[in-house]
């Protein structure tokens, strides 16, 4: 915690087979972060539950959110709505609470716009060619899709640069990945910029 009381947004981004959902899974366990839940208007997967994976809306009730400024980012994919609520987050870091936004790549960007003060990190196996065999070994999609989602990976890596943190993957080390993240957590929370009641109290 820093002095200051306040808590830090942590985006995690980064291509299927990256690993980053098992990765947000242990820093989740820490119990030093709260997991944003996005907003869909998609419906219910078998043994998905409302408020857990997603929040489940309407259209109707997306777009009225959306009308109302009520979302840190939002995007539409075949179809559906996704979108970060904001209030849950804006009230998790006043609360001192670090937050962390499971998000893609373009939804980060439009959540940097919005609060510049979040910590981006991209998350990824070491090289294309490790990628590419994680996803055929799931052995869950043919060979259309798998090319769409290495292609996609290729897009994604386009905005690498604008990612405040790297951390790679590598094969089954997603416990080490995971430590990366809470040394880069602990090296954020003693930035000055987060500390400025201390030396403003210093001397009082």
Known sequence: MNFDNKG??????????SGKSTIVKKLLATGRFEFSVSA??????????DGVQYHFITHEKFDEMLKDDMFLEHAEYVGNCYGTPKKPVE?????????????????????????????????????AETLEARLRGRGTEDEAHLLGRLAKARREFESFDKYD??????????????????????AEEHRTSCNKTLFENFFN
Request: proline content about 8%; aromatic content about 6%; glycine content about 6%.
């Open 8 to 17: 830090l947004i942590f985006i995690i981004s980064g291509p299927a087979g």
């Open 40 to 49: 869909t208007t998609r419906a219910p997967r078998p043994g998905e539950e």
């Open 91 to 127: 009230d998790w870091v006043n609360a001192g609470k670090n937050v962390i936004l499971e998000i893609e790549v373009i939804g980060a960007l439009q959540v940097k716009e919005k609060k510049p003060e979040a910590i981006m990190i991209f998350i990824t196996p070491p090289d």
């Open 165 to 186: 943190y790297a951390v790679i993957n590598e094969q089954e080390s997603a416990d080490k990945a995971a430590e990366v993240v809470l040394k880069i957590l602990d």
